[in-house]
T-cell receptor, first 114, second 114 residues
Framework: AQKVTQVQTEISVVEKEDVTLDCVYE???????LFWYKQPPSGELVFLIR??????QNEISGRYSWNFQKSTSSFNFTITASQVVDSAVYFC???????????FGKGTMLLVSP | DAGITQSPRHKVTETGTPVTLRCHQT?????MYWYRQDPGHGLRLIHY???????DKGEVSDGYSVSRSKTEDFLLTLESATSSQTSVYFC?????????????FGPGTRLTVL
């Protein structure tokens, strides 16, 4: 069975600090997909990124970067020089190939203080 | 942004009453999902649909039923609401193509059962 564990329940940082949100997944499939979503205080869920299991290249998008390591079954999310607007709950999710459903972690609440 | 609306956005009801939540999409996506979000539990799948009249159960389906008579509408019904069903309910859609299936979420419905 699939399982997604988000290691930190809550993280508090001061603006401009770097912060890493950890995600560990379990699956027996060799082909799968990993996702990150953001839920700001306004409540909507925003898709951030998808990574395929056969592509371990790290990705950077502005201040956001993602580190995918199959050897440790981890898909970690780093925010560089955090800003107050980054305050949100972040969800990691996993999907096995051939299935349409996602398994979500319980989320990490990030609070960035000025 | 994906065209997904949910109605109502807020509802307060009493224990034992029936409640129907509606999800409407304008993307013509094949798959639609209902989740509930509760503190400490993250997002949990209730039911999903892979086509008109085709539905399947998710992780927490007890006490809920769904129907999909048109591609664009997916209804979630609580036949007899209980206080444990107080939650925020999210609808999501995905194209259902082979391969990765990132889901796009509606704005959510906050349901309170007194």
């Amino acid at each position: 069975a699939q399982k997604v564990t988000q290691v930190q329940t809550e993280i508090s940082v001061v603006e401009k600090e770097d912060v890493t949100l950890d995600c560990v997944y379990e699956t027996r499939d060799t082909t799968y997909y990993l996702f990150w979503y953001k839920q700001p205080p306004s409540g909507e869920l925003v898709f951030l990124i998808r990574r395929n299991s056969f592509d371990e290249q790290n990705e950077i998008s502005g201040r956001y970067s993602w580190n995918f390591q199959k050897s440790t079954s981890s898909f970690n999310f780093t925010i560089t020089a955090s800003q107050v607007v980054d305050s949100a709950v972040y969800f990691c999710a996993q999907q096995n190939s051939g299935y349409s459903t996602l398994t979500f972690g319980k989320g990490t609440m990030l609070l960035v203080s000025p | 942004d994906a065209g997904i609306t949910q109605s109502p956005r807020h509802k307060v009801t009493e224990t034992g009453t029936p409640v129907t939540l509606r999800c409407h999409q304008t993307e013509n996506h094949r798959y639609m999902y209902w989740y509930r979000q509760d503190p400490g539990h993250g997002l949990r799948l209730i039911h999903y649909s892979y086509g008109v009249k085709d539905t399947d159960k998710g992780e927490v389906s007890d006490g809920y039923s769904v129907s999909r008579s048109k591609t664009e509408d997916f209804l979630l019904t609580l036949e007899s609401a209980t206080s444990s069903q107080t939650s925020v309910y999210f609808c999501a859609i995905s194209p259902g193509l082979a391969g990765p299936n990132e889901q796009f979420f509606g704005p959510g419905t906050r349901l309170t059962v007194l």
